[in-house]
């Protein structure tokens, strides 16, 4: 069983940076994707970003392309999303995924492993 630990959220302004961090117990599946989700109350989770753990190949949500970098360390088992400029309606709880193949899935149902998710809040 994977288990994924999200941190780095927080109360930030609109305008600043913050870099979420996924360590993850194990990678056992290769080369296998790792996704970003957010939701925020009331609606579906909404797919942000993937990547393979090598880096060789990345997606990302047409809403967030240019301002969201997902990279990954493998020497630490960690997956990050860099997030620049953030704007009020990135407030959301931002969650890391794990799948066991290596698709870029952006269907949250595709992914098989789930972190407990960590707050963003931007304020104006």
Not at 18 to 25: D, E, K, M, N, Y
Not at 92 to 120: E, K, P
Request: with cysteine; hydrophobic share 35%; aromatic share 12%.
């Amino acid at each position: 069983q994977v288990q994924l630990v999200e941190s780095g959220g927080g109360l930030v302004q609109a305008g600043d940076s913050l870099r979420l961090s996924c360590a993850a117990s194990e990678r056992t599946f290769g080369d296998n994707a790792m996704g970003w989700f957010r939701q925020v109350p009331g609606k579906e989770h909404e797919f942000v970003a993937a990547i393979r753990w090598s880096g060789s190949s990345t997606a990302y949500a047409e809403s967030v392309k240019g301002r969201f970098t997902v990279s990954t360390d493998i020497a630490k088992n960690t997956v990050y999303l860099e997030i620049n400029s953030l704007k009020p309606e990135d407030t959301a709880t931002y969650y890391c995924t794990a799948s066991r193949r290596t698709t870029l899935a952006t269907a949250w149902a595709d992914y098989n492993y789930w972190g407990q998710g960590t707050q963003v809040t931007v304020s104006s």
